[in-house]
């Protein structure tokens, strides 16, 4: 069974850094691209970022870009986001999901990824 965990989120003031965990479990961690989305409050959900399985191409949406960074530990089958210069409008939930198929080449948008299904981890950026 596929598990995904996601972990570290918390309130940060607008401009602060947080880093977002994911372990996984349950699937060929290496071989799959993964990626992070998220929902804000009363908004659909988000793909923000993509990886490839070798970790050596990302993907971000426009929304991210430059602050955001996405990075992975194929030997801790751990997944990992950097969140820079936060403002309140990342204010979300936060959740991990692997691609549909291994060895997909497709990393950029939510049609890319399982449904994100893991317990997510709230970030709150606020004053």
């Known amino acids: 069974e596929v598990q995904l965990v996601e972990s570290g989120g918390g309130l940060v003031q607008p401009g602060g850094s947080l880093r977002l965990s994911c372990a996984a479990a349950g699937f060929s961690f290496s071989n799959y691209g993964l990626s992070w989305f998220r929902q804000g409050p009363g908004k659909e959900l988000e793909w923000i970022s993509g990886?490839?399985?070798?970790?050596?191409?990302?993907f971000y949406a426009e929304a991210v870009k430059g602050r955001f960074s996405i990075s992975r530990d194929n030997a801790l089958n751990a997944l990992y986001l950097q969140l820079n210069s936060l403002k309140t409008e990342d204010t979300a939930m936060y959740y991990c999901a692997k691609a549909k198929s291994a060895y997909s080449d497709c990393y950029r948008g939510s049609f890319c990824y399982d449904e994100p299904r893991g317990p997510g981890t709230q970030v709150t950026v606020s004053s």
């Open positions: 990886i490839s399985p070798g970790g050596g191409r990302s």
